[in-house]
């Protein structure tokens, strides 16, 4: 029998758990979401091969390099993948920052809140930290808004590359 991908944590309404190989059709599906396309970027997964790599080289990394990463958001009463939320550590920003992306059907539900809130208590109570961050698009409310529930605050615009536009970065001391 195969192991069942590890949970991480448990809200009142969603567990998020580890990212496993299984997870390619979700990960080819939202990362493939015109909103994500926009906000995020395009990270160049066109096929299953493609999602599981992202998994493997991006959230599994994460938690062999630091111990933290973006995990699988799921919907307790359902068991439906809705998005991912959790803890990335940049090379070009000092704090780790919270991160996450719903698939569209699933905003204005406060998922993201509940989720990012839970991060945020995480990094905080299980991983030590002292600060955490965020970065959005300078455009995207919801994503703004979400921030804001959680208790970060607006600090600055941040680029992160020379010619590229500017995001916004938010923080908040834990």
Same mark, same amino acid.
């Given at each position: 029998m195969k192991d069942a991908p590890t949970n991480i944590l448990e809200t009142e309404r969603l567990i998020l758990r580890l990212f496993a190989f299984e997870d390619a059709p979700f990960i080819l599906e939202l990362l493939n979401d015109p909103s994500f396309l926009?906000?995020?970027?395009?990270?160049?997964?066109?096929n299953l091969e493609d999602a599981k790599g992202y998994?493997?080289?991006?959230p599994m990394a994460s938690y062999e390099k630091f111990g933290f990463g973006l995990w699988l958001v799921k919907l307790?009463? +359902? %068991?439906e993948s809705l998005g991912m939320c959790g803890l990335l550590k940049r090379d070009t920003l000092p704090d780790a920052?919270? *991160?996450f992306a719903f698939l569209p059907r699933f905003w204005g539900r406060e998922y993201a809140v509940e989720a990012a809130a839970a991060?945020?208590?995480?990094g905080r109570d299980v991983c030590g930290l002292k600060r955490v961050v965020a970065i959005t698009d300078r455009v995207n409310k919801g994503s703004i808004r979400?921030?804001?529930? +959680? %208790?970060l605050r607006f600090e600055r615009m941040i680029a992160f590359h020379e010619g590229e536009?500017?995001?916004r970065l938010? *923080?908040?001391n834990l």
């Open positions: 926009r906000f995020v970027g395009d990270k160049g997964v066109r998994i493997l080289n991006g307790k009463a +359902t %068991g920052d919270i *991160g991060v945020r208590d995480y979400v921030l804001e529930k +959680t %208790g536009p500017e995001s938010f *923080g908040m």
